[in-house]
């Protein structure tokens, strides 16, 4: 699998990152899924250490112990928890940013964090002081990049224009293509590289799309309505033919815009890390059959999440 630079750093990321949130607590399960997901060429995982309070940490750093040297990791910042009463509130201040990396150095068992992002963060943020506890974290050769974890425009604009990061990493499918109109080409044209989560939109965009669209769509997304998701399952069966499946389709999408460097897919099994690497990635997606994805689905902005 092709690895891209993150941003102007030195780590050069595969183009499928294994989002490690839906792992599950059982460290067995979690070990053959982070294995399967290595043998299949990927070498990036993506973690955050609010996921199940601070477990989902523990279990990747003990399952990644003897495999650091080769892995590039990613966790992430910003909500302040408590393990015991299981609540957590927003916190991106220097003091806590300075304290939390600490204690998810001490879960992932390791001594350095490759790439550590801001777990969200508001235009109301103290974002000076956030950036100068990364920076610090930085030299210090603690964390070895940074970046921020985002929807909103006007907070990622902030950051592009007053720090040094280098990925932000941000919703992006072909149901959700609100970046293309706000920060995709901001962040192309700054270096920046773009980590796009939620590709196949809650499976919406899989390969099981009738069924998630049916579970998962029934009240609409976004700007779409349960009706128009139902005919788009139905236009991008037909694109795919024999030639795609709609998995493809829809990663091949949003790794196809050159400001994307890597599309984070979750897997709560090995069926699912084999459904997603599956695809030969070597084959880019034809520029016709990228525009007739546009054609079928439409550009939004944001309403919210400014």
């Known amino acids: 699998m092709k690895k891209q630079q993150l941003g102007k750093s030195d780590l050069y990321i595969s183009e499928l990152t ?21 043998d299949q060429g990927i070498n990036h995982l993506d ?3 609010l996921y199940d309070f601070g477990l989902n940490e523990e279990i990747i750093g003990e399952v990644i112990r003897d495999k650091r040297n080769s892995i590039i990791l990613t966790t992430k910042v910003g909500n302040h928890f408590n393990k015991e009463t299981k609540d957590w509130y927003w916190d991106p201040s220097k003091e806590y940013i300075q304290k939390a990396v600490k204690d998810s150095l001490r879960r992932l068992n390791t001594d350095y964090i490759d790439f550590y992002m801001l777990h969200g963060g508001t235009i109301e943020d103290p974002i000076s002081e956030t950036i100068e506890a990364f920076e610090q974290l930085k030299q210090e050769g603690i964390i070895r990049a940074y970046g921020i974890s985002s929807i909103r425009p006007n907070v990622i604009r902030k950051y592009v224009e007053h720090s040094s990061i280098d990925g932000v990493m941000t919703q992006y499918s072909l149901l959700d293509r609100r970046p293309e109109e706000e920060t995709l080409q901001l962040l192309h044209h700054n270096q920046i590289s773009v980590l796009a989560r939620g590709p196949l939109a809650k499976g919406m965009l899989s390969n099981n799309s009738k069924v ?15 009706e128009e998701l139902d005919a788009i399952s139905k236009q991008l ?12 389709l829809a990663l091949k999408y949003v790794l196809k815009h050159p400001a994307v460097t890597t599309a984070v897919f979750g897997a709560s099994s090995i069926e699912q890390v084999h459904e997603n690497t599956n695809l030969h990635l070597e084959k880019e997606l034809p520029d016709e059959i990228y525009q007739q994805l546009k054609d079928i689905t439409k550009p939004i902005l944001y309403q919210s999440h400014r």
Not at 213 to 226: N, P, R, W
Not at 237 to 248: D, F, R
Request: hydrophobic content about 30%.
């Open 212 to 226: 998630q669209i049916a579970k998962k769509g029934d009240q609409g997304y976004l700007d779409y309505t349960t």
């Open 18 to 38: 294994l989002g490690c949130m839906s792992l599950g607590t059982n460290k067995n399960q979690a070990k053959r899924i982070i294995e399967s997901a290595l």
């Open 47 to 49: 973690t955050a250490d």
């Open 237 to 248: 069966s037909y694109l795919a033919g024999t030639t795609y499946s709609i998995h493809e």
